[in-house]
């Protein structure tokens, strides 16, 4: 009979913990070759090692146990080699999918050094480059944090993906509303997508275009008068909205608590006015 070893002294053997071999166990990879009925001492042999040396090499590239399994119990070249094609597969998309999320941090990363050393309270003219948006619809009013979560929450059923990143989601008023000096509510929610994103419903792709920018301390509640001032300022230049504003909170209570640190950037799209 092959010598045995205690399932601690296997364990320490093979750099694995005793909870492991026991989910081995009741996932049937790995069954004891004796149980002592008295203690509940479990025993493995020799001839056992092989078999947990495939599991932990199986389970080093991350192929599942029921994976596993089925292949222990139907032990063939060409099964083996099927699995580890599917499982490269598998790795693959991974990589590909932790890229996209590598390139959405840095775009959260670069928006946030932007929005710290942003120059407040300037207004400039500014190229808004192509982008693509999701544009809903939505008169509201935003007195508070708590009156952004309806429409966020119809943003998040159409698509929960997207949102899980922070700074993406704005609010707009229509040019008809800009030209007309009424800025007391907003005329719908839009959620900005980066190129990596993906998205199930309708995008609208606006065009480069350009545009008068104004950032400022503070959040939504606090935007009236700056699109008073933006306003002022386009018309003063003979310019005219031409769609709606851009309005997105840069750093708000998402990021920080301290009030004194919140950045918005109004954005409104311009040209020069014509008469009909």
């Known amino acids: 009979m092959d010598k045995l070893f205690r399932i601690g002294d296997v364990a320490k053997l093979f750099h694995l913990s005793v909870s492991s071999l026991r989910h081995y166990e009741k996932a049937g990879l790995l069954t004891p070759e004796y149980i002592a009925e008295d203690t509940g001492y479990r025993y493995y042999s020799t001839r056992q090692f092989e078999v947990l040396n495939t599991i932990r090499y199986l ?22 080699e099927e699995k580890l094609r ?3 597969e598998t790795v693959i998309r991974k990589q590909q999918e932790l890229h996209r999320i590598e390139r959405k941090i840095d775009h959260r990363l670069s928006q946030l050094q932007d929005a710290r050393n942003s120059k407040l309270d300037i207004i400039r003219t500014v190229t808004c480059p192509p982008c693509r948006i999701v544009w809903i619809p939505d008169s509201l009013k935003i007195q508070s944090p708590d009156d952004m979560e309806p429409p966020i929450r119809r943003l998040e059923v159409a698509q929960s993906e997207a949102l899980i990143f922070l700074g993406k989601v704005g609010v707009g008023i229509l040019a008809e509303n800009l030209n007309q000096g009424r800025f007391g509510q907003y005329d719908g929610i839009f959620l900005s997508l980066d190129a990596e994103d993906r998205f199930d419903g309708k995008v609208q792709d606006l065009p480069e275009t350009v545009g008068v920018s104004l950032r400022f301390r503070g959040s939504h509640p606090e935007a009236p008068e700056q699109y008073g001032r933006l306003m002022a300022y386009i018309r003063e230049k003979g310019l005219r909205a031409t769609g709606f504003s851009r309005e997105v909170t840069m750093i708000d209570y998402g990021l920080t608590q301290d009030t004194e640190k919140f950045v918005t950037e109004i954005c409104i799209p311009v040209e020069p006015f014509r008469l009909a």
């Open 59 to 80: 389970r080093m590239l991350d192929l599942p146990l029921s994976e596993i399994a089925d292949f222990l119990q139907n032990r063939e070249v060409d099964q083996i």
């Open 86 to 88: 599917q499982q490269k």
